[in-house]
């Protein structure tokens, strides 16, 4: 066989298999993406679930200073009525003290209305949650196995374009320039070999004389529908 064909031959073998690394490299990120872009949905619609619990969570705790506060009111003013004895301004604390204590007991009603709420909430809020981080740290996850992974794959393509070279510079430059070319259009199958009389690239039934001429594998023939190279494996 021509030498500069066998060439060809198997550099294309060696470049399917840089191709085929380098879409591994493609799909570990698209796979992210698209993982990204589900987390994103699942924080869209998680939000309002979030804000309501977060708002309720927040009123709770204001209802609970509310009631603090009043208490500290009310255990200032019981001081204050130890030492008062104008009957007017005793009544004057007194009446304030009731008027803290109704509030506190409605306070109270009303921290165990929301508390009955939240804990309503609190299985959509879990559940939420609970997803967002599963899709969070599976995301982690490939990152770091993407990492490693991507190193991996440019350590295998540095050792095939090193074994690359070995057929590049055996082979002369217009050749090459012709496999890069066809190459751009066909990227997997520049160079095909011929089956039943036909270009194993296109199918082009090909006439006699020239399957005679390819059989002799001693020049690079070309499809005249496709222009790959075409040979003959015997
Ligand atoms: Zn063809």
């Known amino acids: 066989m021509l030498k500069s064909l066998d060439a060809l031959i198997d550099l294309q ?42 708002d309720m969570e ?23 009525l130890k030492d008062e004895s104008r009957p007017k301004e005793v009544a004057a604390i007194d009446a304030q003290i009731k008027t803290f204590s109704k509030e506190i007991n409605e306070k109270r009603e009303k921290k165990k209305r929301m508390e009955k709420d939240l804990e309503k909430m609190q299985a959509d809020f879990d559940r939420v949650n609970a997803l967002f981080e599963e899709q969070q740290s599976e995301i982690k996850n ?59 690239g296109c199918y082009l039934t090909l006439p006699p004389q020239e399957v005679n001429n390819i059989m002799l594998n001693d020049k690079i023939n070309r499809c005249v529908q496709c222009g790959r190279v075409l040979y003959y494996i015997p």
């Open 142 to 200: 490939l990152e770091n196995t993407r990492t490693e992974r991507l190193k991996e794959i440019e350590k295998s393509i540095a050792a095939l374009d090193k074994q690359r070279t070995v057929y590049t510079t055996q082979t002369e430059q217009h050749i090459l320039d012709l496999y890069d070319t066809i190459r751009r259009k066909y990227p997997d199958n520049a160079i095909v070999s011929i089956n039943n009389n036909a270009c194993g």
């Open 58 to 80: 927040a009123s709770i705790s204001e209802n609970n200073l509310d009631i603090q506060t009043r208490e500290d009111r009310i255990k200032k003013l019981k001081e204050l």
């Open 13 to 54: 073998k060696i470049d399917a298999e840089i191709h085929a690394l380098q879409q591994q490299t493609n799909s570990i990120d698209k796979d992210i993406e698209n993982r990204k872009n589900k987390l994103s949905v699942t924080e869209t619609e998680s939000g309002p679930i979030r804000d309501k619990y977060k």
